[in-house]
Each structure stands twice: as structure tokens, then as C-alpha cells.
């Protein structure tokens, strides 16, 4: 039973260049839940989808961030034009369904360097 | 907006030491879930506290749920090299969606 992935761990982009970071949840989970961390501090909350739909991007930065979550494939995270401040760890999580009491299952993150 | 204010923010003891961890928040949590990340790897659920007073054990791990619901700890007996990480708490909201304290760096020196 294959846990949350996150495809790649490491990557590195120039400053202007685009990253995509993807996400694929466990099987039976429909709610996909997208983190940033830099270092030695918790994690962010950036965007919450189901399928085919954005349900809470309050965490978003309003220009070059976008997500989704199709009907078919893994949920992308799309970072325009990257600058070195986006470099951070990037963690998705999923669950089966919404509330708090189910627990979301993180994958180990991608590390995105922007030089 | 809630706010999860974590300490001590990092902390470095030798193998066989006990600790304490803490977890505070400006209103009341709905629930709390403590989760355990090392490096280079996503968080780890370790325990879920809903109801005030309450305490849960985990091997050498005991979480405390506050009596008001503003506040828990985490308390490790005679830690071990292998207890090395980053240990966040975190508030989930109806949605499922988590809000997550800064976290505390512990580092066991054997």
C-alpha cells in the first residue's frame, strides 16, 4: 500500500525559470493538502483540493502559485518565474476524506533550490 | 486566526535525559495532534488529544492535553539518539486542513 509521493525530491531551477512539483496521494484518498517548510520551522499551509476543485487556497501567494488536482494523474504545484525566496521543501498530504479527525498522510517532500 | 506557539524552539540533551516539550495556543484547540519529522522526510503522525485533561502514552512518549484545551506537552523518558527530530504540533480545522506550531528541535547526543 504505497504511502503519499512526491516526484522529485530534489530540484533546482534558475531564478525566472518554472517548477512543478507533483503529487500523487494514497490510493482512496480524494483530499490533497499542499505544505511549505523552510528549514528548522513547521509547515505551511498553502492550498487544499479535492478533485477538480480548490476548496481553501487561502495560503497561496496571490501571483505565480497556482495548484491543481485533476480528474486523472497526481496533483501538480506550479511555481512561476521562481525566485530565491521560493526555495523551501515542499509537502503535500492526503486523506480519504475532511474533517479533523482523519488524518493526513505526508509524503517526504520536494526540496526546490532556486539559484 | 489561531496561533500554535511551540517551545523550547530547540533543544540539545544527552542520551538518557528526560524532556518536556510544550504546545500553546491563543484560543481553544478543537483537537491537537502531535507529529514527529526527521530530516529529509514528510511528519509523522504520533498521537491525537481531544478531550481536556487528557493523557495518552506512547512507549517513552506521554502528550498531555491541557484542562482548558489551550495547551499540551510532550514529555520524553530517557531519550534516545533515535528520538532526534523536529516534533510539531498542530490544530486540525473542520476541513481537515492543519494549522502547525514552529516545532522544537530535538537533538539526542549519545
Known amino acids: 500500500n504505497a504511502g503519499v509521493m512526491q516526484n522529485p525530491r530534489h530540484l533546482v531551477r534558475r531564478r525566472g525559470q518554472e517548477a512543478r512539483l507533483r503529487c500523487s496521494p494514497m490510493?482512496?484518498?480524494?483530499?490533497v493538502y499542499w505544505y511549505r517548510q523552510l528549514p528548522e520551522e513547521g509547515l505551511k499551509f498553502m492550498v487544499y483540493?479535492?478533485?477538480?476543485?480548490?476548496?481553501?487556497e487561502s495560503g497561496m501567494p496571490k501571483e505565480r502559485f497556482s495548484a491543481e488536482f485533476p480528474k486523472e494523474g497526481p496533483s501538480i504545484l506550479r511555481i512561476q518565474q521562481v525566485v530565491r525566496g521560493d526555495s523551501a521543501a515542499y509537502f503535500c498530504?492526503?486523506?480519504?476524506?475532511?474533517?479533523?479527525?482523519?488524518?493526513?498522510?505526508f509524503g517526504n517532500g520536494t526540496r526546490l533550490t532556486v539559484t | 486566526t489561531q496561533l500554535l506557539e511551540q517551545s523550547p524552539q530547540f533543544l540539545s540533551i544527552q542520551e538518557g535525559e528526560n524532556l518536556t516539550v510544550y504546545c500553546n495556543s491563543s484560543?481553544?484547540?478543537?483537537?491537537l495532534q502531535w507529529y514527529r519529522q526527521e530530516p529529509g522526510e514528510g511528519p509523522v503522525l504520533l498521537v491525537t488529544?481531544?478531550?481536556?485533561?487528557e493523557v495518552k502514552k506512547l512507549k517513552r512518549l506521554t502528550f498531555q492535553f491541557g484542562d482548558a484545551r489551550k495547551d499540551s506537552s510532550l514529555h520524553i523518558t530517557a531519550a534516545q539518539p533515535g528520538d532526534t527530530g523536529l516534533y510539531l504540533c498542530?490544530?486540525?480545522?473542520?476541513?481537515?486542513?492543519?494549522?502547525f506550531g514552529q516545532g522544537t528541535t530535538l537533538q539526542v547526543k549519545p
Open positions: 498530504a492526503s486523506s480519504p476524506e475532511s474533517s479533523d479527525n482523519s488524518p493526513l498522510h
Open positions: 490510493k482512496g484518498h480524494s483530499h
Open positions: 483540493l479535492q478533485k477538480e476543485n480548490i476548496i481553501d
Open positions: 484560543s481553544v484547540f478543537s483537537s
Open positions: 488529544v481531544v478531550t481536556g485533561g
Open positions: 498542530a490544530e486540525a480545522s473542520n476541513t481537515g486542513k492543519l494549522i
